[in-house]
């Protein structure tokens, strides 16, 4: 079985950082783009930030210049750090795999979530 275990999540004051982190576990032959979304209450999921396999990056309008996402193939482990926060990053964060369990069977992945709150 494919595991997805986020930390990192917490409290922060606006203007402060904090840094996730994401491993995945389990039998995985190969991880293509892995990611980070994130849901506040009464909205929808969105896309914080994603990366491929080759670190090629893509970020939400709303994060970028503040947010940086970084990943290390070997140890299957993506991370998101997260500067200059505001209230409004307030949410809990999932982190997202498309993961190859063998060849042929892709499928996407989800960790549990992590909140992250900002005060202001």
């Known amino acids: 079985q494919v595991q997805l275990v986020e930390s990192g999540g917490g409290l922060v004051q606006a203007g402060g950082s904090l840094r996730l982190s994401c491993a995945a576990s389990g039998t995985i032959f190969s991880i293509n783009r892995m990611g980070w979304y994130r849901q506040a209450p009464g909205k929808q999921r969105e896309m914080v930030a994603g990366?491929?396999?080759?670190?090629?990056?893509v970020y939400g309008d709303s994060v970028k210049g503040r947010f940086t996402i970084s990943r290390d193939n070997a140890k299957n482990t993506v991370w998101l750090q997260m500067n200059s926060l505001k209230p409004e990053d307030t949410a809990v964060y999932y982190c997202y795999a498309d993961i190859t369990i063998r060849v042929g069977s892709v499928r996407g992945y989800w960790g549990q979530g992590t909140q992250v709150t900002v005060s202001s």
């Open positions: 990366i491929t396999s080759g670190g090629d990056a």
